[in-house]
C-alpha cells in the first residue's frame, strides 16, 4: 500500500475542486449524469463536537444479529465482498478514503459533499456500494495508521473512521473485533479514538455489548469485545455515554469473569482467534476486571475499585471458586460509594434471577443478596415479597443458592424493620444449622448473630433453640463453624447479660454450662481466630455471671497456665457441682483427638477437675470410663500426652480408691439415721510440666516481652 493516492497527495494542496474533478471523471467513465456539488462555502458540521452523554442515534435491540466475524483472517482477497476481480483493494480504499478526508480539513461542508460523492462514484464504478466495503476500509486504515504521521494525516484517517462509524457502527465493529487478540496498537488506537467522539461512542459501545453478550457467533467474540471496551472506557468521558445501559454493561462484564472463572468458553474456537491463546490462561480475566474498574472509575466510583482491592475482590472475582464471593464484596463496595446505580442494578437483576443460564442466575442472586445490604434498595420491593424468594432459594437442590439465600436472610435480619419477620426468618436459619456444607452453617451463624444485633432482638427464644444445636457446633471439626458458633455464643450471652445477672435467662445460664468446656479447650485452638473468639466469649460469660475469673481465664489463653487453669476448676466445681458430671464427659471426648495439643489440654482439665471433685460427685462408672481412656494415652505418639496422661490417672485413681469405703460407710450410717461429718483425707494436686504446644503469647502478639515462669 505503499505510494497510493494519500502519497500522490501529501506534497500538495487539496481542496474541494480537486475532489469534485474527481467525481466527475469517474462518473464520466460511466456514462453517469454529473451532479454538481453545491457552491460556496458552508460551515462544517463537527464530527467530534460534544452531544448529550449517553444519546445514541441508534441503539440495536436483543433481536439485531450479532457481528458475523470472517473464518479466516486473510486480507481482502477473501474479504466478503472480492468476488469481482478487481484492482480496488483495500490499500486504494484506504488511500481514497484518507485522500477524502484531508480534503474535507480544508474544503469545509462542499467537501463533505464532495468526499461522499467521490466514495461512492468510486465503488459504484466497480459495482459495490459504500455499505458493502466498510470491512475492507476499515482493514485498510488499519493498516495505514502506522505508518502515518502525528498530525494531519493521523487525524485524517481517524476521522474516516469516525465518519463510517455514525452511520455503519455495527459494520465497523465487526471488522475491528478481531483484530483486537492478540492486543494490536493500532487497533487499540481506533477503539480510542472511536471513543473521543461523543456522536461515535454510544452506538460503538451498544455494539460491543451485543457483543460481549455473545448471543450468537464465536465465543471468543466476547472476549475481543471485553478488550476494547477497556480501551475505550479508559478515555476520560467515554463512561458518560454508557446511560441507560450502566448497570447492564457492568452485570455482563461480572457475569463474563464467572463463565471464564468456571471454565465455560468452548475450546473448539475459530481459526482467526488461534493467536490469541499465547498469552497467560488468566489474560481474558484480566481483560475483564479492568475494563470493569475503567467502568467503576470513569463514573466517579473510585472508591469501589480501592476496597475491593484492599479486601481481595479482584482475586475473588476471577477465581473459580470464589466468584460469587468477589461479587458480594462488589455489591458491599457498591452499596457503601456508588449507590447512585443501586436502583438501575436492582431492576435489572429482577429479571436475571430466573434466567435459565446458570452463571448469570448465580451471579445475579449473589449480587441481589448484596444489594439487601441497603435499605432504600431493598425497600424497592415489598418485605414480603423479598423474605418469600429468600425462603424459597432454601429448597433449591444447589448448595450454592441455599448459602446466598442464608446470606440473604442475615441482611434482611439488619434492617430495623424488619425484626417482626423474625417468625419466618428463624425456622430457615435454624433449619440450615444442620448442613453439612460448611457455608451454610457458617452462613447461618452469621445471620443470627446479626439478629441478635438489633434492638428487641428475641433473646430468650434463641437460647431455647440453640440450646440442643449450638454446644455440638463448638466442637466441629471445621475451624470456621468452630469460630462462628463461638462468636453467636458471645453475641448472645453480651444480649441477655442483664437477665443472666439477677438469676433469670434459664435456658441461656443451662447454654453456657453446657458450652464452658469447649470454650475452655478451645483456648487452645490451632485456629488463632477460633482461639481469640473463645477467649472473647469466656470474658463475656465472667461479665455477665460475675464469676471473677475474667484473668485467670487470659492467663491460660496466653501461657497455657495449669495454676490459673487449676482455680478456674476449683471454682466452677464449687460453684456447679451437679455440672460436673457433664464436665468430665465432655472433657473425655477430647482425648480422642487427632490434635496433640488438644489430649494434652483435655488431659490436663480432667486432671484439675477430678483433683477439687468430692466422691459424691461422680460414680463410679466414670471413673473407670476416665481411667480407660486416659491409660490408652500412655502410647501417645507424643511425650507430652503421655506424661500428663499418666498424672491425671493418679488423680482419678486416688478419687475412686476414697469414693468406696465412703460411700459404704455413707451406705451404714444412713442406716442408723446419722451423717458422715468428718473431713475428707486431702489429695495431693497434680503437677503438670509446661505444654510443648504453647505459642501464644503476649510477646508473639503485641511484639513486647510477657512475663516469666519459674
Known amino acids: 500500500m505503499a505510494g497510493g493516492v494519500w502519497g500522490q497527495a501529501r506534497g500538495g494542496h487539496v481542496g474541494a475542486l480537486t475532489l469534485t474533478a474527481l467525481a466527475e471523471g469517474i462518473q464520466a467513465s460511466q456514462g453517469q449524469p454529473m451532479r454538481p456539488p453545491s457552491k460556496g462555502p458552508q460551515p462544517e458540521p463537527d464530527l467530534e463536537s460534544e452531544a448529550e452523554p449517553g444519546s445514541i442515534d441508534a441503539i440495536p435491540t436483543a433481536a439485531q444479529e450479532p457481528c458475523s466475524l470472517p473464518q479466516e483472517q486473510e486480507p481482502a482477497a477473501e474479504g466478503p465482498h472480492q468476488a469481482h476481480q478487481s484492482s480496488w483493494k483495500e490499500g486504494a480504499l484506504a488511500d481514497l478514503a484518507l485522500y477524502t478526508a484531508a480534503c474535507l480539513e480544508e474544503a469545509g461542508f462542499a467537501g463533505t459533499q464532495a468526499t461522499a460523492l467521490t466514495l461512492s462514484s468510486a465503488l459504484e464504478a466497480q459495482g459495490e456500494r459504500l455499505e458493502d466495503q466498510v470491512h475492507a476500509l476499515v482493514l485498510g486504515l488499519l493498516a495505514q495508521v502506522p505508518s502515518l504521521a502525528e498530525g494531519r494525516p493521523r487525524r485524517a484517517a481517524l476521522r474516516v473512521l469516525s465518519a463510517l462509524a455514525l452511520e455503519h457502527a455495527r459494520d465497523v465493529v465487526c471488522a475491528l473485533l478481531p483484530c483486537s487478540l492478540p492486543p494490536d496498537r493500532a487497533a487499540a488506537e481506533l477503539w480510542r479514538s472511536l471513543s473521543q467522539n461523543q456522536r461515535v461512542n454510544g452506538q460503538v459501545l451498544v455494539q460491543l455489548l451485543w457483543a460481549l453478550k455473545g448471543a450468537a457467533g464465536p465465543e471468543m467474540e466476547a472476549l475481543a469485545a471485553t478488550r476494547a471496551l477497556g ?17 447492564h454493561l457492568l452485570l455482563v462484564l461480572v457475569t463474563q469473569l464467572h463463565e471464564l472463572a468456571r471454565g465455560a468458553r468452548s475450546p473448539d474456537t475459530p481459526k482467526v482467534w488461534t493467536p490469541s491463546h499465547r498469552g497467560p490462561p488468566h489474560s481474558h480475566a484480566s481483560c475483564a476486571v479492568e475494563a470493569l474498574k475503567a467502568l467503576l472509575t470513569g463514573d466517579g466510583s473510585r472508591m469501589v475499585v480501592t476496597c475491593m482491592e484492599q479486601a481481595g475482590g479482584w482475586r475473588r472475582l476471577v477465581g473459580a471458586h470464589t466468584h460469587l464471593e468477589g461479587v458480594l464484596l462488589l455489591a458491599s463496595a457498591m452499596v457503601a460509594h456508588a449507590d447512585h446505580h443501586l436502583r438501575g442494578l436492582f431492576a435489572d437483576l429482577l429479571p436475571r434471577l430466573r434466567s435459565a443460564n446458570d452463571t448469570q442466575r448465580l451471579t445475579a442472586i449473589a449480587f441481589f443478596t448484596g444489594l439487601l445490604q441497603s435499605r432504600p434498595t431493598a425497600r424497592l420491593l415489598r418485605e414480603e415479597v423479598i423474605l418469600e424468594r429468600l425462603r424459597a432459594w432454601q429448597g433449591d437442590p444447589a448448595p450454592t443458592v441455599r448459602w446466598l439465600g442464608l446470606l440473604g436472610l442475615g441482611h434482611l435480619a439488619l434492617n430495623r424493620r424488619k425484626v417482626r419477620h423474625v417468625s419466618a426468618l428463624l425456622p430457615a436459619l435454624l433449619g440450615a444449622l444442620g448442613e453439612g456444607d460448611a457455608r451454610l452453617v457458617g452462613a447461618a451463624l452469621g445471620a443470627l448473630r446479626r439478629l441478635l444485633l438489633r434492638p428487641w432482638a428475641p433473646v430468650r427464644l434463641l437460647s431455647t433453640e440453640l440450646g440442643p444445636r449450638l454446644p455440638p457446633l463448638l466442637e466441629d471439626a471445621r475451624d470456621s463453624v468452630r469460630t462462628s458458633a463461638v462468636e453467636l455464643l458471645g453475641t448472645l450471652v453480651r444480649r441477655g447479660r442483664g437477665g443472666l445477672r439477677v438469676g433469670l435467662r434459664g435456658p441461656l445460664r443451662k447454654l453456657v454450662l453446657k458450652s464452658l468446656v469447649p470454650l475452655l479447650l478451645c483456648l487452645h485452638d490451632p485456629s488463632l481466630d477460633a482461639a481469640e473468639s473463645s477467649e ?6 465472667d461479665h455477665a455471671l460475675r464469676w471473677g475469673l475474667l484473668e485467670e481465664m487470659v492467663t491460660v489463653a496466653h501461657y497455657d497456665s495449669p495454676e490459673a487453669l487449676s482455680r478456674i476448676c476449683h471454682r466452677m466445681v464449687h460453684w456447679y457441682p451437679s455440672y460436673v458430671p457433664r464436665f468430665l464427659s465432655q472433657t473425655q471426648g477430647y482425648l480422642r483427638s487427632p490434635q496433640g495439643h488438644l489430649r494434652w489440654a483435655a488431659t490436663v482439665l480432667i486432671g484439675f477437675l477430678v483433683h477439687h471433685t468430692g466422691p459424691s460427685h461422680v460414680n463410679q462408672d466414670l471413673l473407670d470410663s476416665l481411667l480407660q481412656d486416659l491409660g490408652q494415652l500412655q502410647s501417645d505418639p507424643e511425650p507430652a500426652v503421655v506424661a500428663a496422661a499418666q498424672v491425671s490417672s493418679q488423680q482419678v485413681a486416688l478419687l475412686a480408691r476414697t469414693q468406696g469405703p465412703r460411700q459404704r460407710l455413707r451406705l451404714r450410717l444412713r442406716l442408723l439415721g446419722l451423717r458422715l461429718r468428718q473431713a475428707r483425707p486431702a489429695r495431693p494436686p497434680p503437677v503438670y510440666p ?19 515462669r519459674a
Do not use: H, I, K, N
Request: glycine share 12%.
Open 231 to 247: 480501551e475505550m472506557l479508559a478515555v476520560s468521558g467515554c463512561v458518560g455515554a454508557t446511560r441507560g445501559f450502566y448497570a
Open 690 to 708: 509446661d505444654s510443648p504446644f504453647r505459642r501464644r503469647s503476649l510477646a508473639g502478639r503485641w511484639s513486647c516481652s510477657g512475663p516469666s
Open 536 to 541: 472473647w466469649t469466656l470474658a463475656r460469660c
